[in-house]
């Protein structure tokens, strides 16, 4: 059992380390250093593959169909979640955060109906 909590762990770190240097990398962009950001990128995407690994090992992707109708599932949750977060921030008057949790709501609008795509393409394979 030790090691499968270490290896959860091991999972949310480099879940985490994705997104913080993906940020870092813009970050580095932004102020005009390319070469640094696209270290930084290549460092995220190596974290990303590690992350994936441990995915699959700890049993996280299972068959296409079990895997999209997961990923509808936190789609649909997620949606809702940033459009409760979109009003508390306008509640707030972060209006930087309520643009973000807008935009990124859409996003996950999209990402809702391209799986849902997916999901009628496997059907009809059926």
Avoid at 71 to 86: G, P, V, Y
Wanted: proline residues 1%; hydrophobic residues 40%; charged residues 35%.
């Amino acid at each position: 059992m030790q090691t499968v909590e270490i290896m959860e762990k091991t999972f949310e770190a480099e879940s985490g380390d994705i997104a913080l240097y993906l940020a870092m990398s813009q970050k580095a962009a932004d102020e005009g250093h390319p070469e640094i950001a696209l270290y930084l990128y290549h460092v995220a995407m190596d974290e990303a593959r590690h992350a994936a690994e441990f995915a699959a090992l700890l049993g996280k992707v299972k068959d296409t169909r079990s895997n999209l109708k997961m990923m509808l599932d936190d789609e649909i949750r997620t949606e809702k979640d940033k459009e409760e977060a979109a009003r508390i921030a306008i509640t707030e008057g972060n209006e930087d955060a309520y643009k973000f949790f807008e935009s990124s709501k859409h996003d996950e609008t999209r990402h809702k109906a391209g799986i849902k795509a997916a999901l009628l393409k496997l059907q009809e394979k059926d």
